[in-house]
């Protein structure tokens, strides 16, 4: 989301969390029960932006077997490494041509290879785009003849990768569906019962704010926890 800024990231989260709460608020005649809702709607960017990251990770993480077959064939076929990164633009997967089309225009109009190819880094921000623009800086500057083999070695590791993740995601989708169900459900059922005035009495009392965030504590804790031990392992970024 290279349009969003920090600050109006965080305008729009604060904004969210204090309409929600105001409204909830209102409608439930429940201070307490709109600041629990408040504090939810607040938090639901940062998860949308996180699932979108996830998301793209996931994406690229699929194509880039290709873009290496890509960039094999280019090479094998006598084009030069700017050459071969620049014909990603126009028969590289669909998703990932803007960036080698972006790429494309800084080395047209710069000359500067090293330059393009960090511009390309940051733009595309992945593990495996990190060690594959690492080795053609390094095969560029050095030389070498074993790019070929070093790019096949890449594309097979990854396809790999993807068998094996694919497998346990498959396995462990309905257990993690559930225990997202299972988080969510107190606070549906809370949203169903804060129009009942006896509802609204019971929560605006010490004991009903406490019960709501020792609710929320224990729901939190629990989601995070599954989270924890759900999540596959993920390439970091060491190469940056």
Known sequence: ?????????????????????????????????????????GLVPSAYV???????????RELWPEVIDDLISGVRAGLSLPESLT??????????RPAFGVFAEDYRATGRFTEALDHLKARLADPVADRLIEALRLTRQVG?????????TLSQFLRQDLRTRGELEA?????????????????????????RPETAA???TVLGAVVLLVGAGASTGAYLVMVRIARLPEEVRVLR
């Open 171 to 195: 396995r462990q989708s309905w257990t993690v569906n559930g225990a997202r169900l299972a988080a969510a459900a107190p606070w549906v059922v809370l949203a169903m019962l804060s129009s």
């Open 87 to 96: 014909a990603l633009a126009e028969r590289g997967p669909e998703p990932m």
């Open 144 to 152: 070498g003849t074993d790019l070929v083999r070093l790019l096949r």
């Open 202 to 204: 019971a929560f605006n």
């Open 1 to 41: 989301m290279a349009g969003v800024r920090p600050w109006a990231f965080r305008t729009t989260s604060v904004g969210a969390g204090a309409g929600v709460g105001l409204m909830v608020g209102a409608l439930s005649a429940s201070p307490t029960i709109g600041a629990a809702f408040g504090t939810i709607a």
């Open 50 to 60: 996180r699932s979108r990251a996830r998301k793209r990770r996931a994406e690229l």
